[in-house]
Nanobody
C-alpha cells in the first residue's frame, strides 16, 4: 500500500520559514517524480514545486527564488524548504508521486500524479 505522509506545516509569521517533509512508503521511491501542490481557501489545487528522478527541479513563479525542493532517496523523503513566507502562501500542502512521461521536464499537472498524501496545513499570519 502506497503512503505519502506530509509533515512540517504550522502557523508562522510573515517572513518566516518552514520545511515541509513528505515521507513515502510502499513504492519504489527513486523511480518516481515527486511534487508539492497546495490548495488555498476557495482556490484550486496548484503546483508549487517538483523534483524528478534525476533531481531536475521546477517551481511555480509564486515561490521561485524563496523555495527549495530536494529529495533523499535513502530516506524515501522529499523536502520543501520555504522562506520569506507570505499570507498568500496559506494553504494545505500536498505531496504527490507520479511516473515521468518526459525525463527532461517536471510535470506540473495534478493529473500526472497518481499517489497523494493527506496534506499539511500551512498558515502564515500577517
Amino acid at each position: 500500500q502506497v503512503q505519502l505522509v506530509e509533515s512540517g506545516g504550522g502557523l508562522v509569521q510573515a517572513g518566516g520559514s518552514l520545511r515541509l517533509s513528505c515521507a513515502a512508503s510502499g513504492l519504489s521511491f527513486s523511480n518516481f517524480a515527486i511534487a508539492w501542490f497546495r490548495q488555498g481557501p476557495g482556490k484550486e489545487r496548484e503546483f508549487v514545486a517538483g523534483i524528478s528522478r534525476r533531481d531536475l527541479t521546477a517551481y511555480a513563479d509564486s515561490v521561485k527564488g524563496r523555495s527549495t525542493i530536494s529529495r533523499d532517496n535513502a530516506k524515501n523523503t522529499v523536502y520543501l524548504q520555504m522562506n520569506g513566507l507570505d499570507p498568500e502562501d496559506t494553504a494545505i500542502y500536498y505531496c504527490a508521486a507520479g511516473y515521468e512521461a518526459n525525463p527532461f521536464s517536471v510535470e506540473r499537472d495534478v493529473d500526472e500524479y497518481y499517489y497523494w498524501g493527506q496534506g499539511t496545513q500551512v498558515t502564515v499570519s500577517s
